[in-house]
T-cell receptor, first 116, second 118 residues
Framework: AQKVTQAQTEISVVEKEDVTLDCVYETRDTTYYLFWYKQPPSGELVFLIRRNSFDEQNEISGRYSWNFQKSTSSFNFTITASQVVDSAVYFCAQFLGGNQGGKLIFGQGTELSVKP | GAGVSQSPRYKVAKRGQDVALRCDPISGHVSLFWYQQALGQGPEFLTYFQNEAQLDKSGLPSDRFFAERPEGSVSTLKIQRTQQEDSAVYLC????????????????FGPGTRLTVL
């Protein structure tokens, strides 16, 4: 069955440190889609990245980078030179398709606290 | 509007009351999803609409939960005879295409409605 595991419940770092958030997924599909969302204290889920299983290239967007490794079923997220504004809960998710449509399956989330 | 909007942002209900939560998706988005997020947990799927058709309601926890999207735009999630275990944040999301038609578009979320049942 599809499942997403974020083993780190909470991470605390000091500003300017680099931090990596882990995500491990399980799937029987050969084609699948993975996502990362950020949930700041305001509560809204903010989309960060979408990755399909065909594309194993790592991606960098400013201070954010993602490492997708099919061999280990992992899709890890790194923030370089963290800032206080990065403090939030981060969710990894997998799209689960089906005959009637689809849904996102979320991990439990990792709460990141960046201290000045 | 530019993004998904939800109202009210906060709702306090007495046990046994009925509540209605509204979602206004991004204009032109075919698909609309409802998720429930308990404190400290990831969101969990409740139901999905393609235009006005409710194609999947497998995540609704009981028959007290009902959702509709009569004109294929705004959606309402109704909870009858609320119980304390219904306390959660209810998130709405929309996407441009329909997963039922093979689309796997990004889902964009609203700010959520925090429901507290006393």
């Amino acid at each position: 069955a599809q499942k997403v595991t974020q083993a780190q419940t909470e991470i605390s770092v000091v500003e300017k440190e680099d931090v990596t958030l882990d995500c491990v997924y399980e799937t029987r599909d050969t084609t699948y889609y993975l996502f990362w969302y950020k949930q700041p204290p305001s509560g809204e889920l903010v989309f960060l990245i979408r990755r399909n299983s065909f594309d194993e290239q790592n991606e960098i967007s400013g201070r954010y980078s993602w490492n997708f490794q099919k061999s280990t079923s992992s899709f890890n997220f790194t923030i370089t030179a963290s800032q206080v504004v990065d403090s939030a809960v981060y969710f990894c998710a997998q799209f689960l398709g089906g005959n009637q449509g689809g849904k996102l399956i979320f991990g439990q989330g990792t709460e990141l606290s960046v201290k000045p | 509007g530019a993004g998904v909007s939800q109202s009210p942002r906060y709702k306090v209900a007495k046990r046994g009351q009925d509540v209605a939560l509204r979602c206004d998706p991004i204009s032109g988005h075919v698909s609309l999803f409802w998720y429930q997020q308990a404190l400290g947990q990831g969101p969990e799927f409740l139901t999905y609409f393609q235009n006005e058709a409710q194609l999947d309601k497998s995540g609704l926890p009981s028959d007290r939960f009902f959702a509709e999207r009569p004109e294929g735009s705004v959606s309402t999630l109704k909870i009858q005879r609320t119980q304390q275990e219904d306390s959660a944040v209810y998130l709405c999301a929309s996407s441009f295409r329909s997963p039922a038609r093979g689309g796997t578009d990004t889902q964009y979320f609203g700010p959520g409605t925090r429901l507290t049942v006393l």
